[in-house]
């Protein structure tokens, strides 16, 4: 875990208190879950546009592992994706309110966050996302995982809860709802997770803070 100085949280923005509560979780607990949190209005905008890009056509079928190991395996996750970039003023807005979390927990918990990538997620009825970790074998660039959720009127009976386990010998986990506006982040390398099947079309935005790892043949790309 996380050992840092608690320092009190400075509420010169109106998000300073979530983020302040969301470093204490990460520093005490490794994780953190916050119903409702976001902003209503980028939510909404969020909501928007992914409405858009499924008008478009732009998601595809998720994969697992990364540039040439890439491989789809329908019997591990079903879902289908599309990442999330500035080109539009929903995106924007997004990708620089999570910048403002990046900065905020660089400052208060010195994580070293040095960009961050997400991705709008689809899950279609009967879709799901058996166990498993963020962080990619031999690679320790994704450090801090999050979820967000842009479901309305989500009930019990759809399913598609995150269960967030709290390392490897954990087998009840933490039960997460998929409700409109909830945040949920954990650290990539100790929080194994899955998403039991949905009954409903499930909507998220997921995503990763991420090092820099560099090397003289790859330069990772700056939040």
Request: with cysteine.
């Amino acid at each position: 875990m996380i050992n840092t100085t608690r320092t009190p949280p400075e509420f010169g923005d109106p998000n300073d208190v979530l983020f302040s509560r969301i470093a204490d979780d990460i520093r005490t607990k490794g994780y953190s879950v916050n119903p409702e949190a976001l902003p209503e209005n980028l939510g909404e905008k969020l909501y928007q546009l992914l409405g858009s890009m499924a008008k478009k056509q732009a998601f595809n079928k998720s994969s697992i592992g990364r540039d040439q190991q890439l491989i789809q395996k329908g019997t591990v996750r079903g879902d289908e994706t599309c990442w999330i970039t500035d080109e539009s003023a929903a995106g924007r807005e997004w990708l620089g309110w999570m910048h403002d979390l990046q900065v905020f927990l660089n400052r208060r918990l010195f994580l070293g966050l040095f960009s961050f990538e997400s991705h709008f997620s689809h899950y279609r009825a009967g879709g799901f996302y058996k166990r498993h970790l963020d962080a990619f074998q031999g690679e320790d660039n994704r450090v801090l995982s999050t979820v967000l959720y842009l479901n309305h009127n989500w009930e019990s009976k759809h399913g598609g809860e995150l269960i967030l386990f709290n390392g490897k010998q954990d087998l009840e986990g933490i039960n997460v709802k998929p409700n409109f506006g909830t945040v949920v982040l954990f650290l990539s390398e100790e929080f194994p997770h899955e998403v039991v099947a949905t009954h409903n079309d499930r909507y998220s935005v997921a995503g990763w803070f991420c090092l820099n790892t560099s090397t003289s043949k790859k330069i990772d790309p700056p939040s």
